[in-house]
Each structure stands twice: as structure tokens, then as C-alpha cells.
């Protein structure tokens, strides 16, 4: 597992509500974000919080741009490269 | 195969019904849709979903966002077909460049406009018989770190109102802006591809008025009455064009 991946997997268990998740279920990469019920609202705070903790700038644009936690280590990859 | 739904005929009876009218801005009629775990609800709304929304379900990852759209997307099928006259089996939508349901009977587009919103137990459906629409609607509940989001999301004056604010009226004003401003980016189809930092609800909103006429040509050559349609439960806007702009759909 990449540092990313791992520090993203923390964040996002404690504070990207995830409606009907079960507690302690290992989060698939992959799935998309609409398809696990996350809001718009929810998911632009998460972004620009796990930004702040990687020091990266986010924009909402980029935001719209990313569907899944997958795409967002991918970003943040991108980002720190 | 979806169940036959003539105008009223063949829909769930009135002790069912997971829908009501909430309110009625201008030309604009706003459903509420109550999305709280029902099963005679939920199995009555399976019943109303084509083959496409139904494999749409099967995406869903977790119950609740599951429910919250096939419960949202019945009613929205259930009010369509009382206000067009039609049949639920002719009922089918196309999807805007940016994904904005648009309804098309028998096939072809229709003189009426729709949008939808959903957030915890509460959906929103909104219909307009003048031009486009947009709704949103946030579950008052408590979030985390939207005090970081203010810089991104916002415009000068609407942080300066936010910071003369704390507590339960910081969340309210902050959720009444972003439904606003998100009802706006619905109505335009372009959803969160809008950079919300670059517009602001309109002044005399800001000064703490329920409604307030929108005019931005760099983004929209429409004029856009938006509408604070929040209550205690949940906070939520509606926007809807006051004038026509010519034909133009994202
Ligand atoms: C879809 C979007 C416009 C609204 O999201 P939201 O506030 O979380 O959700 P709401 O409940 O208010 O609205 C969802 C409904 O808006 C409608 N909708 C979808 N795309 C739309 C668009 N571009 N314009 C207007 N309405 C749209 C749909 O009917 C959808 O409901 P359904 O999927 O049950 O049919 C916004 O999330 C977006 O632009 N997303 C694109 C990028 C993305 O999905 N990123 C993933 C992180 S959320």
C-alpha cells in the first residue's frame, strides 16, 4: 500500500460519512463516490481537508473531476510529482 | 417493463404515497419526497423504474444511497406523468453533457423542466413550466470541516457574512448559501463543474431576504429567481429562469 493510499484510507474513516458502510469494511479504491452515497457538499469539504493535510491546492473543478478515493490518490500522486 | 401510470391511474394510493407537495415559487411546484426505510414504499417504487434505472440500483453500493434513488426517482416518474398526462411506460429521460435527468415522452423532449435533490431522509422534486430548474436540499445534521471549504466556495461578501457568525446560525447560513448556490449550478446543468467562489447569491439574500433575483452573463445570459425553500428539518433553495434564455441546455 502507497504512503498515500495509506494516510488516505485514515482520513477517510474519520471524516467522510459514508452512508450505510459498515464500520471497520476495508474501502474499495475503485467505487465510485456518487454510487456510495456521498454528497457533493461532504465530498468537496473531504477533498479540500485531505489537500490541506497534503499541501496541494484543490479546485472545485477538480473536484468534479474525481469520482472515486482511487482517482484522488491518483491526483495527489500527480500533484506531489 | 415498468407499471402502467396514466396521469393518477395505477399509482400507489394515497395511504402509500411517499410524496407531497412542499411548495410552489412562481412557476414552480416542489414535491417533498420522504426517503426513510419503507418497504411496501420501496418495493411500490421498484415497480415504477425502467430496465436502465433498475441496473442503475444494482450500482449502488450501500442501502441507504440505494434507497434514497429509487424512492426519489418514482416520484419524480409519479408527478411527471400527472403534470404531462402520460403514461409511465412512455416516461424515459435523457442526461445533459454534465448528467441533468431531462424527461422525454414517447421519445421526444416535453414543455416542462425538472431537477431533483436528495440528502438523508429528505428528497426534493422540483417542476417548471417556464424554463430550467434547479434544486437542492442538505439534511440539517452536523458535518465536518466546512469551515475550511468558506475560501474555496464562497465570494467576498458571503464570507464577510459568514464571519460575523458561530454556532447553529454559521451552519444555517453556510447551508442556506450553498443550497442557493448549488440550486443555480443545477439549473444551469454544470453541477459541481461550476467554481462556486466565482458567483454570489444575489444581495438582498445576503441581507436575509427568502428570495432574490440572479443575473451573471459571464455565466448564464438567463435571469434566475432563486428561492429559499429551507424549514426546520432541512435546508434548501430552488432556482428556476424568470426569462428565456434561447434554447440553451449544457
Ligand atoms: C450531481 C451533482 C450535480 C449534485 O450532487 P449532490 O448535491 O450530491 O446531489 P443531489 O442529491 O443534490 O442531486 C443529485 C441529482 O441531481 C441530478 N443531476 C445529476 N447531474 C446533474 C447536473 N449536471 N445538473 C443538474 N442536476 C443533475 C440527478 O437527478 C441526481 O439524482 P439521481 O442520481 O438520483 O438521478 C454534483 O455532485 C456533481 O456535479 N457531480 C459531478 C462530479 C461527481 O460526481 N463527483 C463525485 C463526488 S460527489
Known amino acids: 500500500m502507497s504512503s498515500t493510499e495509506e494516510r488516505i484510507r485514515a482520513l477517510v474513516d474519520e471524516n467522510l460519512e459514508i452512508d450505510g458502510r459498515p464500520p471497520g469494511r476495508p474501502l474499495d479504491l475503485d467505487s465510485s463516490l456518487r454510487d456510495s452515497g456521498v454528497s457533493s457538499l461532504d465530498f468537496v469539504a473531504f477533498a479540500k481537508l485531505v489537500a490541506q493535510e497534503f499541501g496541494v491546492e484543490v479546485s472545485m473543478e477538480e473536484c468534479a473531476s474525481i469520482n472515486s478515493v482511487g482517482e484522488l490518490i491518483e491526483f495527489l500522486d500527480a500533484k506531489a510529482a | ?250
Open chain 2, 1 to 250: 417493463m415498468t407499471a402502467g401510470l396514466q396521469g393518477d391511474r395505477g399509482m400507489p394510493g394515497d395511504d402509500l404515497r411517499w410524496w407531497r407537495p412542499y411548495c410552489s415559487p412562481g412557476p414552480v411546484e416542489v414535491f417533498h419526497v420522504a426517503l426513510v426505510p419503507h418497504s411496501g414504499r420501496e418495493a411500490a417504487a421498484w415497480t415504477l423504474l425502467d430496465t436502465e434505472e433498475r441496473r442503475r440500483c444494482r450500482r449502488f453500493l450501500y442501502p441507504a444511497p440505494r434507497r434514497q434513488f429509487v424512492l426519489s426517482r418514482a416520484a419524480l416518474r409519479a408527478v411527471l406523468c400527472v403534470a404531462l398526462g402520460c403514461d409511465n411506460g412512455e416516461l424515459t429521460f435523457e442526461f445533459s453533457r454534465y448528467g441533468k435527468p431531462i424527461p422525454l415522452v414517447g421519445g421526444d423532449r416535453v414543455a416542462l423542466h425538472c431537477n431533483i435533490s436528495h440528502s438523508g431522509s429528505h428528497g426534493l422534486v422540483a417542476l417548471s413550466h417556464r424554463g430550467r430548474v434547479g434544486v437542492d436540499v442538505e439534511e440539517r445534521r452536523p458535518r465536518k470541516n466546512l469551515e475550511d471549504l468558506v475560501e474555496t466556495v464562497f465570494g467576498p461578501e458571503e464570507r464577510a457574512l459568514l464571519a460575523r457568525l458561530q454556532g447553529k446560525r454559521w451552519l444555517d447560513t453556510f447551508l442556506a448559501l450553498w443550497t442557493a448556490k448549488e440550486a443555480l449550478a443545477k439549473a444551469w446543468g454544470m453541477g459541481l463543474r461550476t467554481d462556486f467562489s466565482t458567483f454570489q447569491v444575489p444581495s438582498e439574500m445576503l441581507r436575509g431576504e427568502r428570495t432574490g433575483l440572479f443575473r451573471c452573463p459571464r455565466i448564464s445570459n438567463a435571469t434566475w429567481r432563486l428561492e429559499d425553500i429551507g424549514c426546520d428539518d432541512l435546508a434548501a433553495a430552488v432556482a428556476y429562469e424568470e426569462d428565456r434564455e434561447a434554447g440553451r441546455e449544457f
